[in-house]
Structure formats: structure tokens, C-alpha cells
């Protein structure tokens, strides 16, 4: 099974190129993020004609969030506070989720799927900074309730819009007072993940150089003066099916490009799975 996650920075204008890309990379499922459209006007017809079940959560210009399964998806729900429904949590998960950045859904086996656009945050100490943390540590609350409520492995994807290590920046100096790679959001998101996630391209890909995103300014491209932001996290069970992760850098090629490259990872069937390391349950 291949899973994949990518930023198409507006799917109306990148609808072209998300079905080529689909044509010649067939993914069992496709996670999108800022798809900057109103579910009404999300272009649907296209992407079910080749087979996907669509479920998406969106804005007008902005954010977004977007799951293609080629099978349909149990549990579906979008933003923190379906999960989230504590009292004491639910209030303030509503509106984070006025910004439509989560959607989850289950697949057939007990693979829960959460895609994620993590806030980019502006500025180091500015109001959309202060939001992103606020953000990560409800991602932190939503993921332990789901942890703790359901048996399903879990694998996040995303735009994550934080480098976690320096070998994730083609130029790491200074990176403490830059957006994405400052100690708060990495702390932020580490918190995250030691609920029992593990970075899938690191099990295949250890050195530096790995990129998922470019700016458009600079010839950054072409440079390859990127950052890997945008992430595969699988809790134990998963990351002991993932077979390859890699990163597929030939959309960002392609005229008028999102800024964003797909990140694909394939996962071994449970089935085939020696008997000692299936998953409990399954």
C-alpha cells in the first residue's frame, strides 16, 4: 500500500497536475493540504473518475485539508473537536478548527489516517507564532484521545511546517531565530511524536539533502536550498510495515508547480507479516 501526502498550494489551480501525477503514481491513498477551497466548489468529479472516494474540509483561500482513498473511509471527521469533546477542550478545539486544517478517516484493516496543514506562523513571537504552539499542543491532546479511544494504528502526514532537525535545512545556520526550525515549534512537535510516532523517511533516507519544499524566490529549486516540512508519522505497528518512504520531486519541475513536492510511503501488508510481528488485534 502506498500513501501519499502533498501540499498543492490550491487544488483548483494544481488539478492538472494532482491527476497526472495520480495516472502515473496510482496511490492507494492521497492526502492534500492547502487546498484553499469551500467544499462545495472542491473539484470533485475529476479525481472520483479515477477511482478515489473524496473527503475534504475547506476554506475560501485559504488552508485545507483533503483525503483521496481509492476505499472508502469509516470514522471520517474534520478538525480537533469531533475528538475533542471534553469540556474543558472542546471550546478552544472549535475555534482552532475555524481554520480547516484536520481530517481524519479510518481504512479498512484499522489504519486510521490523520492529515494535517500545521499553521506556518509568521514570525518568531507573533500572534500567529503564539496560535501555532497553541495549535500543536491541541494536536497533542487530539492524538492521545484518539490513542486512547480507538486500536487503530495511526499514521500522521502532512505539511507539518517545521524542519525537526538541522540535517532537514539545506542551511541550518541561524535557524533559531527563523520560522520553522525554531526551538519552541521543535519542541512542540517532538512532544508530539514521543506519544509514539517515528519519522518514516529516516528509517529509509539518514543523511541531509532530503527536501520537500522550496521557496519560489531565489532559484531555490533549482539550488536545492530546500526543507523537508512535510512528513510521514507511523506509531509502532506502521513503522514496522513501512517498506520505502521517498520523496518525489518531479512535480516541483513541472510550470507553475506548488512549492511543495509529494512525500510517498509503502507499507508492507499485515498479511505478509511474520506471525511474532503482526499487530496486535489485527
Request: a negative charge.
Amino acid at each position: 500500500m502506498k500513501i501519499a501526502t502533498w501540499n498543492v498550494n490550491s487544488i483548483r489551480t494544481r488539478l492538472d497536475q494532482v491527476m497526472q501525477w495520480l495516472v502515473v503514481n496510482p496511490v492507494e491513498v492521497l492526502c492534500l493540504q492547502e487546498t484553499k477551497v469551500v467544499d462545495p466548489d472542491f473539484p470533485r468529479s475529476p479525481l472520483e473518475a479515477l477511482g478515489y472516494n473524496l473527503y475534504c474540509a475547506g476554506q475560501k483561500s485559504y488552508n485545507g485539508v483533503a483525503i483521496l482513498s481509492r476505499a472508502p473511509l469509516e470514522q471520517v471527521s474534520a478538525g480537533f473537536a469531533p475528538v475533542l469533546t471534553d469540556p474543558e477542550l472542546h471550546s478552544t478545539a472549535l475555534s482552532l478548527d475555524e481554520q480547516k486544517r484536520v481530517i481524519t478517516g479510518v481504512l479498512p484493516g484499522n489504519l486510521r489516517i490523520v492529515n494535517l496543514y500545521v499553521p506556518n506562523g509568521s514570525a518568531i513571537g507573533s500572534e500567529k507564532y503564539l496560535y501555532k504552539l497553541s495549535w500543536l499542543a491541541m494536536l497533542r491532546q487530539y492524538l492521545q484521545q484518539l490513542q486512547s479511544t480507538k486500536a487503530n494504528e495511526i499514521l500522521i502526514c502532512g505539511d507539518f511546517n517545521i524542519a525537526l532537525e538541522d540535517r532537514d535545512i539545506h542551511d541550518p545556520t541561524g535557524r533559531e531565530t527563523h520560522i520553522m526550525a525554531s526551538d519552541l515549534e521543535r519542541q512542540a512537535l517532538q512532544s508530539v511524536l514521543e506519544l509514539g510516532f517515528a519519522d518514516s523517511l529516516r528509517k529509509f533516507t539518514p543523511d541531509g539533502g532530503q527536501f520537500s519544499w522550496w521557496d519560489y524566490r531565489a532559484a531555490s529549486f533549482r539550488r536545492n536550498q530546500g526543507w523537508r516540512i512535510d512528513h510521514h508519522y507511523l506509531t509502532a505497528g506502521l513503522y514496522e510495515r513501512a517498506i520505502g518512504c521517498q520523496i518525489d520531486i518531479t512535480p516541483r519541475k513541472l510550470p507553475q508547480p506548488s512549492d511543495h513536492a509529494p512525500v510517498i510511503i509503502e507499507l508492507q501488508s499485515s498479511e505478509l507479516l511474520p506471525s511474532s510481528q503482526k499487530i496486535e488485534g489485527e
